[in-house]
């Protein structure tokens, strides 16, 4: 089975540019997360969604950030407009709870840097 | 809240040498426990987990066991080796039915290099 896909790998963009994150969830996991990796602040907790829906959103920094998931097999994370303390590294991970409940399955990340 | 601490890092060792990483939590209810890895370049991937007092999560190994009276859950390998060069983050599970039911919150992450 194909494990959660991430994309693109890397993103290079200029302060103030729009940005999207997409992520595609391993097929059947109904829990879906996004976190935000920095040297500084660790690994953060951005949102998740649970069938489709938002659960809890209160990582998310600012309004410039946006998370959807129009369906089960696809999500986005938007910054709009960028800025270059938005760099880092954003991962996606799913997970199942008919299955192992809390075995969270990463994607190999997006590494964004805005110049 | 939830939360987790680990100890300071990063941890350098020698080949064949004993690790131990700390991890102490606070949380309400009966929380599960975790251990993630993260290889260089990569995302995390579950190493070991315990879901009740005094059980004991073992994998490729590692061990943890789940101390509720010192709420720890310490990670220990008897003899490291090169290739367990990699970020180490504990965990625990929101509890059933409470607003962060679903999400996992992770300590701070530990690094570890070893040396031959």
């Known amino acids: 089975d194909a494990g959660v896909i991430q994309s693109p790998r890397h993103e290079v963009t200029e302060m103030g540019q729009e940005v999207t994150l997409r992520c595609k969830p391993i097929s059947g996991h109904d829990y879906l997360f996004w976190y935000r990796q920095t040297m500084m602040r660790g690994l953060e907790l951005l949102i998740y969604f649970n069938n489709n829906v938002p659960i809890d959103d209160s990582g998310m920094p600012e309004d410039r950030f946006s998370a959807k998931m129009p369906n089960a097999s696809f999500s986005t994370l938007k910054i709009q407009p960028s800025e270059p303390r938005d760099s880092a590294v954003y991962f996606c991970a799913s997970s199942s709870f008919s299955g192992e409940p809390y075995e969270q399955y990463f994607g190999p990340g997006t590494r964004l840097t805005v110049t | 809240g939830n939360s987790v601490t680990q100890m300071e890092g990063p941890v350098t060792l020698s080949e064949e040498a004993f690790l131990t990483i700390n991890c102490t939590y606070t949380?309400?209810?009966?929380?599960?426990l975790f251990w993630y890895v993260q290889y260089p370049g990569e995302g995390l991937q579950l190493l070991l987990k315990a879901t009740k007092a005094d059980d004991k999560g073992s994998n490729k190994g590692f061990e943890a066991t789940y101390r509720k009276e010192t709420t720890s859950f310490h990670l220990e390998k008897g003899s490291v080796q090169v290739s367990d060069s990699a970020v180490y983050f504990c965990a625990l599970s929101g509890n059933a039915g409470g607003t962060s039911y679903g999400k996992l919150t992770f300590g701070q992450g530990t690094i570890l290099t070893v040396h031959p």
């Open positions: 949380a309400t209810g009966y929380p599960s």
